[in-house]
């Protein structure tokens, strides 16, 4: 793949990248843009080896995934949801967007259950699609699924 | 799977439409730059490596078999080298001149061998890592 397509599929899935990874920071702005940034660079330089099958979506979104899995495994430590609240307040994102609190019911859910929460419901994915971009079995994704709905909705009280 | 409405309609409703795709593009392509750059830095690295390499291994070959064909073209019966001090080990090196040499040619061409292999190794292994930085597979 050359620089130049590249770039045209990027212009067009970047958006989609970005919301994703912006629920997967639970609405930190900031956070999700160097995370989308990282993943870019790396799909770029292993974009030797794709294949284009009309997945692009799914393979940046892997890529993407993995480099949040990274990103997270590199924290030492865990912010409590206090902090996360004031965090998130004080974001570029709490002007832009009004649902702070489903970014913080995010925060509450397992990396994981996290990511299969947001593909399924957010970008639309199966538990098919969501298993191979997170390379896990489909009987997991239903038990992610299942936990963080069930999680998700006693936050937000639904 | 069955969709949970209330939480579909929630995230539907809370999805983000970006003002900055223009920066965001624009940073993206700063640091595609930047990889572009280090890329051609390393491949430039890798060539000129590679070209020590065959240059080291062709002096080695010319060398070693110069060497190889000096002590061929010397008389048998007569020292390659000879130490004017008469001692018990400096004879016994004298005697053996031929048999030490021999092995320090050997020697040096084996580990010159080695040290080929290894750079070999080293050279594939900058092109795996080149190639690998950033794949889809967790690093």
């Not at chain 1, 859910?109 to 639309?124: D, Q, V």
């Not at chain 1, 994704?141 to 963080?148: A, C, E, P």
């Not at chain 2, 439409?17 to 640091?31: G, Q, V």
């Amino acid at each position: 793949m050359t620089r130049e397509v590249f770039i045209a599929h990027v212009e067009r899935e970047q958006e989609a990248l970005r919301g994703f990874l912006l629920a997967l920071c639970c609405g930190k702005k900031d956070d999700a843009d160097d995370l989308a940034q990282d993943a870019l660079v790396k799909a770029y330089l292993s974009s030797a080896g794709y294949q284009d099958k009309g997945k692009f979506r799914s393979w940046l979104f892997k890529i993407a995934y993995n480099t949040f899995l990274n990103h997270k495994a590199s924290l030492r430590c865990t912010e409590s949801i206090d902090e996360a609240r004031a965090l998130v307040s004080s974001t570029k994102a709490d002007a832009e967007f009004e649902h702070q609190d489903l970014y913080l019911a995010l925060r509450t859910l397992a990396p994981k259950e996290r990511s299969s929460i947001t593909l399924f419901y957010l970008n639309g994915y199966n538990i098919k699609e969501i298993a191979t971009i997170t390379d896990t079995s489909e009987d997991a994704v239903k038990k992610q699924l299942s936990r963080g709905r069930d999680k998700l909705k006693e936050k937000l009280k639904l | 799977m069955m969709k949970d409405k209330a939480l579909e309609d929630l995230f539907l409703a809370q999805k983000p439409h970006f003002s900055d795709n223009a920066e965001f593009m624009a940073a993206l392509t700063k640091r595609l730059d930047a990889v572009e750059y280090l890329k051609q830095h390393q491949e430039a690295t890798i060539r000129r490596y590679k070209m020590l390499m065959v240059a080291a291994f062709v002096v080695g070959v010319i060398s070693g078999a110069i060497s190889i064909a000096y002590v061929l073209s010397t008389p048998v019966d007569v020292p390659l080298f000879t130490l004017h001090v008469e001692t018990d080990i400096l004879l016994w090196l004298v005697e053996n001149s031929r048999l030490i040499t021999a092995t320090g040619l050997s020697l040096l061409l084996t580990f010159g061998i080695v040290s080929i292999i290894s750079n070999v190794q080293d050279i594939l292994r900058m092109r795996v890592c080149l190639k690998a930085s950033g794949t889809v597979a967790q690093e």
